[in-house]
T-cell receptor, first 113, second 112 residues
Framework: DAGVIQSPRHEVTEMGQEVTLRCKPI?????LFWYRQTMMRGLELLIY????????DSGMPEDRFSAKMPNASFSTLKIQPSEPRDSAVYFC???????????FGQGTRLTVV | EDKVVQSPLSLVVHEGDTVTLNCSYE??????LLWYKQEKKAPTFLFML????IEKKSGRLSSILDKKELFSILNITATQTGDSAVYLC????????????FGAGTRLTVKP
């Protein structure tokens, strides 16, 4: 398996534009997590899904952020409109279920100018 | 609100030293604690701990959990420059149905 795959690896966009980050979890994994990492706030859990269903989105910063998981092999995190303070590395991770290690993708480095 | 607190935030040692990294937590219905190492990119898994007092070991790294006092330690003996990284602690809660929340991490720098 190729592991968790995220795209794009880098994204530079102008303030106000829509940004869509993509994630393909490891096949057979039931849980998917979206994290945001910054120097100031560390690794923050934004939202996670179990069996494609969003379980807890309390970490999503604002209504500008939304996430979907239309099927077991694909998830998106969308920011509309983007702002400079959204600049961070966004990680997607998946695991087979409870009490199992989560595997991380390589992250998307987002820069909003 | 669930909390995961790591200390110290940063640490500089010399090769050959032994280090102890700390992780304390306040979590509703604790399920497991995990340690990850993050170098330049994605965090990579080190250990998962679910039971108190049972040491997990991998080479020069070891970790143990105390569920009564709500903390875990990660030990690295005979440190090498390749151990330089951010070490992250995460806690999984039953209440959240498998959510996994991270501490801020400890940045370890090992000098030659």
């Amino acid at each position: 398996d190729a592991g968790v795959i995220q795209s794009p690896r880098h994204e530079v966009t102008e303030m106000g534009q829509e940004v869509t980050l993509r994630c393909k979890p490891i096949s057979g994994h039931n849980s998917l997590f979206w994290y945001r990492q910054t120097m100031m706030r560390g690794l923050e859990l934004l939202i996670y899904f179990n069996n494609n269903v969003p379980i807890d989105d309390s970490g999503m910063p604002e209504d500008r952020f939304s996430a979907k998981m239309p099927n077991a092999s694909f998830s998106t995190l969308k920011i509309q409109p983007s702002e400079p303070r959204d600049s961070a590395v966004y990680f997607c991770a998946s695991n087979p279920g409870v009490s199992t290690e989560a595997f991380f993708g390589q992250g998307t480095r987002l820069t909003v100018v | 609100e669930d909390k995961v607190v790591q200390s110290p935030l940063s640490l500089v040692v010399h090769e050959g030293d032994t280090v102890t990294l700390n992780c304390s937590y306040e979590v509703t219905n604790f399920r497991s604690l995990l340690w990850y190492k993050q170098e330049k990119k994605a965090p990579t898994f080190l250990f998962m701990l679910t039971s108190s007092g049972i040491e997990k070991k991998s080479g020069r790294l070891s970790s143990i959990l105390d569920k009564k006092e709500l903390f875990s330690i990660l030990n690295i003996t005979a440190t090498q420059t390749g151990d330089s990284a951010v070490y992250l602690c995460a806690v999984e809660s039953r209440a959240g149905n498998n959510d996994m929340r991270f501490g801020a991490g400890t940045r370890l720098t090992v000098k030659p």
